[in-house]
């Protein structure tokens, strides 16, 4: 198959005017971020702070420890952090969210009764301009001003365009931001998103100073002890039928090794390595009892077809959703819709 070698990425004028034209901007990324999540809001906010422009970055999840090497980390805030500190959504006049392209994402959803997250809702329903970018195929139509790209393999690439757009200078502290968001989404450069722009790009952000092997290291090499002895018991897990695995992760086995959610990224590809495995799962238990699966796939296979069944989403190989039921009950269920969409 050809590969897409251009034109280069343009952002839409509207979407740099409004960056450009808006004063006081609520940063927010997906639940439980990821290095494409927050090193593309760290970037922005850079950016816009370098304009004179207020930012704050919400996610609904503490930063998980592979990313605290991020420059600017520390300026996430959690919603209840948000609330702590005395902010009102009122106060801001733009919300942005990166690498998703709905609320439910950003957290909204909650059954929890937060008060940043009840502000934000009544925000929203009362037309809060927003603005989205972001790159996920599933896509429900939110917000005023939209840069969705699925053809793109990190939103940190169309962070960049519209950095670079806005004429705002590149640090290092942006270069590092932006590779680490490449590098997470393309899976250190590996996956079939991986085109030439994205080296032309990492090439760039190489010469403003990043060291690939130390943000290798950093976002890959990082493991704690616990999270290792998570990842061998998730490996024990492992169920194939056919070109299928399925590895489970349960809440006793994360109090067994002292570690969380966020410490199971990228266990759903490891079954991956063998030849015959096309489309890998783990299904992670959450404390309610319910699901959260995340899923992946090699070459055409579409696994956001599958997320999507379950009201989830994603890229076409790799997507999660959540399911409202045991593990046995979740496996049972994908395996079945998998069989039905005959992907
Ligand atoms: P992961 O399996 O790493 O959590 O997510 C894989 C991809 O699917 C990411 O791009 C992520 O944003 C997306 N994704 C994961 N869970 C959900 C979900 O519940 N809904 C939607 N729309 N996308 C999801
Ligand atoms: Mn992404």
Known sequence: MSRQIGPKLLPPPELVEALLSRDNFLIATHVNPDGDAIGSCLALSDALNSLGKKCVLLDKHPIPAQYLFLPGQDK????EAFNASGKKIADFDTLVMVDCNHPDRIGLSTKELIPAIEELKRALAGGMFTVVIDHH??????????????????????????????????????????????VTDTGNFRFDNTNAEVFRVAAEL???????????????????????????????????????????????MFEETSTAADDTEAFVSFPMLMKDIRIA???????????????????????????????????????????????????????????????
């Open 76 to 79: 996430f805030e959690t919603f």
């Open 137 to 182: 195929q599933t896509e429900n139509g939110f917000g005023n001003i939209r840069w969705i790209s699925p053809e793109t393999a990190a939103t940190g690439m169309l962070v960049y365009a519209a950095i670079k757009k806005m004429g705002v200078t590149i640090t290092q502290a942006i270069a590092k931001n932006i590779y680490t968001a490449i």
């Open 206 to 252: 190489i010469d403003y100073g990043v060291s690939s092997s130390e943000t290798y290291e950093n976002a890959f090499e990082s493991y704690s002890g616990g999270r290792f002895r998570l990842f061998l018991g998730v490996i024990g897990t492992l169920w194939i039928d056919g070109n299928i695995a399925v590895s489970t992760v349960t809440t006793k």
């Open 281 to 343: 799962m783990l299904i992670r238990e959450l404390k309610d009892g319910t699901c959260k699966v995340s899923l992946r796939s090699k070459g055409a296979i579409d696994v956001a077809r599958v997320a999507e069944q379950f009201n989830g989403g994603g890229h076409k190989n790799a997507a999660g959703c959540r399911i409202e039921a045991g593990v046995a009950e979740a496996k049972r269920m994908l395996l079945e819709k998998l069989r039905e969409i005959n992907i």
